[in-house]
T-cell receptor
Framework: QQQVKQSPQSLIVQKGGISIINCAYE??????FPWYQQFPGKGPALLIA?????SEKKEGRFTISFNKSAKQFSLHIMDSQPGDSATYFC????????????FGTGTRLTVIP | DVKVTQSSRYLVKRTGEKVFLECVQD?????MFWYRQDPGLGLRLIYF???????EKGDIPEGYSVSREKKERFSLILESASTNQTSMYLC???????????FGDGTRLSIL
């Protein structure tokens, strides 16, 4: 059973456009929501993370929006660039203990010039 | 920078063989993790360890075991490899308590 559901599976965006990836979770005990970026041949790398005490977090062109009541969170990539082409994973965990992450199934983003 | 190093990038083994995947981290992290990554399924946790000689099952432990004799090293063992264990295996480490996990670059394992 997938604890974190992610959509879309793939996304094609024009350079300069906005990329939006959505995730939903069921377990209300989750309180840490990171996004990971993975390039071909590399392991996932932390991109940005949010805790449920805020509704939005922005780092450069990347923004997480968080809706606690709907149990949804999303990644927005503004001014998308070809270098952003990668696979993106959302994840969720309880921010205590070993911090086991439950991952979404991934979104393959392609930004076309 | 945190470095998580997996011993092999590519590995080809035969059905029934015992396979060892090794992972080393250099940041003195308490927690280490083994995931497998399959298209359309994301990353699924196989086992994790929160201390030397301690281990916990993840979501898909069947057919796998782990060993953590030293803090920096975490090994994944396929007791008797089967073709359905062909996958990308990712090791990660982290401090826990809401701190990020850091991943190695993966081992692509093929079981023939």
């Amino acid at each position: 059973q997938q604890q974190v559901k992610q959509s879309p599976q793939s996304l094609i965006v024009q350079k300069g456009g906005i990329s939006i990836i959505n995730c939903a979770y069921e377990n209300t005990a989750f309180d840490y929501f990171p996004w990971y970026q993975q390039f071909p041949g590399k392991g996932p790398a932390l991109l940005i993370a949010i805790r449920p005490d805020v509704s939005e977090k922005k780092e450069g062109r990347f923004t997480i929006s968080f809706n606690k009541s709907a149990k949804q969170f999303s990644l927005h990539i503004m001014d998308s660039q070809p270098g952003d082409s990668a696979t993106y994973f959302c994840a969720a965990s309880m921010a205590t203990g070993a911090n086991n992450l439950f991952f979404g199934t991934g979104t393959r983003l392609t930004v076309i010039p | 920078d945190v470095k998580v190093t997996q011993s092999s990038r590519y590995l080809v083994k035969r059905t029934g063989e015992k396979v060892f995947l090794e992972c080393v981290q250099d940041m003195d992290h308490e927690n280490m993790f083994w995931y497998r990554q399959d298209p359309g399924l994301g990353l699924r946790l196989i086992y994790f360890s929160y201390d030397v000689k301690m281990k916990e099952k993840g979501d898909i432990p069947e057919g796998y075991s782990v060993s953590r004799e030293k803090k920096e090293r975490f090994s994944l063992i396929l007791e008797s490899a089967s073709t359905n264990q062909t996958s990308m295996y990712l090791c990660a480490s982290g401090r826990g308590d809401g701190q990020p996990q850091h991943f190695g670059d993966g081992t692509r394992l093929s079981i023939l």
